[in-house]
C-alpha cells in the first residue's frame, strides 16, 4: 500500500509562484512514475508533469514554468510553478504508478487570482 499527502496549494497572483509537494508512504517498490495530475470542475484530470524512470515530461500549457523534482532521500515529490496565471487554477494530483495499481493524493487547491 501507498499513501500519498499534498501540501502547498493556496490563493496566488498572476504572476507568482508555489510550491506543492508530495510526501510518500508505504511500499515503494517498483515504482513506474509519479508526478502531477490537474483537474477543473467539469473536465477530466489532466497530467501535468511526470517522472518516468529518469526523464521528465510536462503538458505544454506549463513547459517552462513549471518544474518537477524528486527528493530520494524524504520520498518527497515537488512541483515549483512559477508565472501562473489565471488558467492553472485548479486541484493538483499527486499521482504514483507501480505495476499493480495507481495511486492518486487527496489533492490540493490552486487558486490563480488577483
Known amino acids: 500500500q501507498v499513501q500519498l499527502v499534498e501540501s502547498g496549494g493556496g490563493l496566488v497572483q498572476p504572476g507568482g509562484s508555489l510550491r506543492l509537494s508530495c510526501a510518500v508512504s508505504?511500499?515503494?517498490?517498483?515504482?513506474?512514475?509519479q508526478g502531477w495530475y490537474r483537474q477543473v470542475p467539469g473536465k477530466e484530470r489532466e497530467p501535468v508533469a511526470l517522472?518516468?524512470?529518469?526523464?521528465?515530461s510536462y503538458a505544454d500549457s506549463v513547459k517552462g514554468r513549471f518544474t518537477i523534482s524528486r527528493d530520494g532521500t524524504k520520498n518527497t515529490v515537488y512541483l515549483q510553478m512559477n508565472s501562473l496565471k489565471s488558467e492553472d487554477t485548479a486541484v493538483y494530483y499527486c499521482?504514483?504508478?507501480?505495476?499493480?495499481?495507481?495511486?492518486w493524493g487527496q489533492g490540493t487547491q490552486v487558486t490563480v487570482s488577483s
Open positions: 508505504g511500499n515503494l517498490v517498483s515504482i513506474a512514475a
Open positions: 499521482n504514483l504508478q507501480n505495476p499493480w495499481r495507481t495511486y
Open positions: 517522472i518516468t524512470g529518469g526523464s521528465t
